[in-house]
């Protein structure tokens, strides 16, 4: 029982914002694909593959970061309590659970056709060098939005075997999306991270990160609005799309106020963005 709870504490998996953010691009990839192949009981089963995927690869990714972090986790106030930095569990048990997770993972992804599995394979690359890029780059959020969009092309992949511009377009706009939510969630560590000298866009940018996350935003938007131009009109799709732009500029307005309490709560609102985009991209093919 006590190797369950420090399990479900290393894995975060009572905090689903993790594996939400991982899941809604890849189901705002399969609607996509659902527009032009119309499979409803494929695409159904691909979602709950992919829903799969991303609770078990973010698990995985959780406890890889908090081995490579945990001297830095002991000198942050909000992780410094995480079962490695705590010394609640060993490195080994750790690693262990890391590689069960991605040997399930692998049984989720051998699923789908050959092209998807070796995208799959290639972003185990970018989850574990991910923990790495903060100590090297101010730009480890833009590294996250190449990793956490990665189902994008993914599940495009699954259903058509092919990769085309148009999916391209959707995954740079979900990377400024998550360079954007990643720098809010960042902004909590700041006084932390520069003391043992952690790097991020939230304290490059930090006399400007409004004007950084806005930036971000709106170019997200801006490609979404390209891509999506021929459904935009009175219809549902424009009524949800308009739903997703309007969490992010109340995310931008809160923002404004410059409250850190509020930077975790602001972040979440994410999920709420991430599921009217699904909806309204699936609405299409209704």
């Known amino acids: 029982m006590h190797h369950f709870k420090i399990f479900i504490e290393i894995t975060?998996?009572?905090k689903p914002i993790g594996f939400m953010l991982l899941f809604w691009p890849c189901s705002w990839g399969l609607a996509y694909a659902y527009?032009?192949?119309?499979?409803?009981?494929?695409?159904?089963?691909?979602?709950?593959?992919?829903?799969l995927g991303s609770v078990l690869m973010r698990s995985a990714g959780c406890i890889f970061n908090d081995i490579v972090d945990k001297d830095f986790d002991k000198k942050v106030q909000?992780?410094?309590?995480?079962?490695?930095?705590?010394?609640?569990?060993?490195?080994?048990?750790?690693?262990?659970y890391v590689l069960t997770l991605c040997s399930i993972a692998f049984l989720v992804l051998i699923q789908f056709n050959l092209f998807t599995i070796l995208l799959g394979l290639g972003s185990m690359f970018l989850a574990f060098s991910y923990p790495f890029m903060k100590r090297i780059t101010y730009w480890p959020q833009l590294f996250l939005g190449?990793?956490?969009?990665?189902?994008?092309?993914?599940a495009w992949?699954?259903?058509?075997?092919?990769?085309?511009?148009?999916?391209?377009l959707l995954y740079i706009s979900a990377i400024f999306w998550t360079l954007g939510y990643d720098t809010i969630y960042g902004a909590q560590d700041m006084s932390d991270d520069q003391i043992i000298g952690l790097k991020s866009t939230s304290i490059k940018f930090?006399?400007?990160?409004?004007?950084?996350?806005?930036?971000?935003?709106?170019?997200?938007?801006g490609f979404m609005l390209f891509l999506f131009k021929n459904f935009v009109g009175q219809n549902t799709f424009t009524f949800l799309f308009l739903i997703f732009i309007l969490s992010l500029i109340y995310q931008l307005i809160i923002l404004k106020k410059n409250n850190p309490n509020q930077y975790l709560g602001l972040f979440k609102t994410n999920n709420v963005s991430g599921l009217f985009l699904f909806l309204g991209i699936f609405s299409i093919s209704l």
């Open 206 to 221: 930090k006399n400007n990160i409004h004007m950084f996350v806005s930036t971000s935003y709106v170019i997200s938007i």
């Open 146 to 154: 190449f990793t956490f969009n990665w189902g994008i092309i993914m």
């Open 12 to 14: 975060r998996l009572t």
């Open 157 to 168: 992949v699954a259903f058509h075997n092919s990769i085309t511009i148009e999916i391209v």
């Open 35 to 51: 527009i032009e192949n119309s499979n409803l009981s494929l695409f159904v089963y691909y979602l709950f593959l992919f829903f």
């Open 78 to 96: 909000r992780t410094k309590y995480r079962p490695l930095a705590a010394g609640k569990i060993t490195v080994t048990r750790a690693l262990v």
